[in-house]
């Protein structure tokens, strides 16, 4: 057989490099933040120190995406169209219980504000300026408006959500943290740590109608779906409380353990209300609470310091933000167990289970 001449090899080489240059190129590989596949539920995290939200799917348990939020990211709530996320953003230095604060750097007041976050986008799209050093706040039965408490100001704001407009503010107790609105969202509690008190605000009147006392460091509301009964945690107390909310007054208390070692932190109730969960930070607990009689079910040991506490939307699964760890708990119900751990960011505050 005759050889190929050069010439004619190179031509025949240079045009199965041409031809396969043509063929489709393999997918790429898909981007970890970029939240695909999956039509299951969202976990979304909040870490206060890395200043992100961690999204995690609650099928696989896969970090789907770390998303750059500001500064101190804290309290977060969905709207009720669950297409838009809120996170509470601070400028204020972290300080811990006892911290001399005249210690602290300066506050950056222009990191104040509440991150809008486009679930779909899966960014922030804008920040809105909710007033001084924002931690904790709820969003109105009809997603026009923001309830969001100052903690440096001692004061409550009424935030349109449109328009980013502060339409309101009222004085509250020191330190104030924890808001929610009451089921037929008429009115608004608002927990004040350092004076041990819920303030009631009437919304459109933008005022405070009443004050009562709760017990010591009040952080967290959950009112029962037919806005009968609120319970609220006392931090320093070891116990949560129990409200008459049409009489908007203290009626008795639930007792968790040793005040100082047992330390109630959020108060969440279950889809059908029937349990009420307490994350209790040093405590190390998340504490389940039968509703119909207010005792003690049982508790589970989740980690260091469990802060924000979710429930996924069957009710069958509960996450817990554990900060010194930097991870989620994800807890069966049934079994009162936890049954894995997903790493988040720097120090998890807040966490919200959105179904899709």
């Known amino acids: 057989m005759k050889p190929i001449p050069h010439a004619l090899l190179s031509v025949t080489l240079m045009a199965l490099c041409l031809d396969c240059s043509k063929k489709p190129e393999p997918d790429p590989v898909p981007d970890k933040n970029v939240p695909i596949g999956s039509s299951a539920f969202r976990i979304y995290v909040t870490n206060e120190v890395s200043g992100d939200m961690t999204v995690i799917d609650s099928a696989t348990y896969n970090v789907l995406a770390t998303v750059p939020l500001g500064k101190r990211p804290r309290g977060i709530h969905a709207s009720p169209d669950r297409k838009t996320i809120y996170v509470a ?14 210690t602290l750097p300066p506050p950056d007041k222009s990191a104040d504000g509440i991150g809008v976050f486009d679930v779909a986008q ?23 408006q923001l309830y969001i408490s100052n903690e440096d100001d001692a004061a409550v704001s009424v935030v349109d959500t449109a328009t980013g407009a502060v339409v309101k503010s009222a004085k509250v107790g020191e330190q104030p943290e924890g808001v929610k609105a009451t089921p037929d969202g008429k009115l608004v509690y608002v927990t004040s740590e350092e004076t041990g008190t819920i303030a009631v605000l009437d919304p459109v009147a933008g005022k405070i109608i009443k004050t009562f006392k709760v017990g010591h460091r009040p952080r967290s509301v959950a009112f029962m779906p037919d806005g009968s ?35 109630p932190m ?51 699964t509960l996450y817990s933000a554990n900060g010194p760890s930097n991870d989620i708990s994800v807890v069966d119900v049934a079994t009162n167990s936890v049954v894995r751990k997903v790493k988040a960011g720097g120090s998890p505050w807040g966490v919200i289970a959105l179904d899709r």
């Open 89 to 102: 953003l601070s400028g204020s230095p972290i300080a811990g219980p006892g911290v001399d604060e005249s």
């Open 266 to 316: 959020a108060v969440l109730l279950s889809p059908d209300a029937a349990k009420l969960y307490v994350s209790t930070g040093r405590g190390h607990e998340v504490f389940t609470i039968d509703t119909a009689t207010d005792r003690v079910l049982g508790s589970v040991n989740v980690g260091p310091r469990p802060w924000g506490i979710a429930v996924s939307p069957d009710g069958k």
């Open 122 to 144: 899966n960014k922030i799209v804008r920040v809105i300026k909710g007033g001084s050093d924002p931690e904790n706040f709820d969003v109105s039965k009809d997603g026009t």
């Open 229 to 263: 009964k609120a319970y609220v945690n006392a931090e320093n107390d070891g116990t949560v409380v129990v409200v008459d909310a049409v009489k908007q007054k203290m009626t008795g208390t639930i007792p968790l353990g040793k005040p100082g070692v047992i330390k």
